[in-house]
């Protein structure tokens, strides 16, 4: 489904994934000078994930952390790294458990934040922890 704007992810119908999916690419959708419609469609997915995650955390865990990875670039793109870095703090958080490409990305993101916030030996360390993953299976 083509996403228009936030309101179509509480169509009639839509599931609850699929409507958090919805709201995550239209906030990636947006350009640089929407930024609020974009930060604020991100902290609706980013809320919403919680909630299942909650209900059922083995199932949407990695959905919970992809909220907070994508609101976390979105909050970078934007020069707003204070913010961004819990985000991708609680990102990694959670990826530990996940493992694999989600720990990866949420690494990835995390060094990006530190970087950002000229904490360079973090990003560095965070960075090296990345690079120290296995390569996905294929």
């Given amino acids: 489904m083509t996403r228009n704007s936030p309101d179509d992810a509480t169509r009639k119908g839509t599931s609850a994934v699929d409507a958090i999916e919805g709201l995550l690419a239209f906030a990636a959708s947006r350009p640089r000078w929407a930024a609020s419609a974009a930060i604020n469609s991100a902290s609706e997915a980013i809320a919403r994930s919680r909630a299942l995650a909650a209900q059922s955390p083995g199932e949407h865990l990695p959905l919970l952390a992809r909220c907070l990875n994508t609101t976390a670039r979105l909050m970078l793109a934007r020069g707003r790294a204070t913010e961004a870095l819990p985000l991708a703090q609680e990102a990694v958080a959670l990826s530990r458990s996940i493992g694999g490409a989600s ?21 560095a360390a965070t960075l090296a922890e990345a690079d120290r993953l296995p390569p996905p299976p294929g």
């Fill in 103 to 123: 720990l990866a990305v949420s690494l990835r993101r995390l060094a990006a934040a530190q970087e950002a916030l000229q904490r360079f030996g973090d990003a």
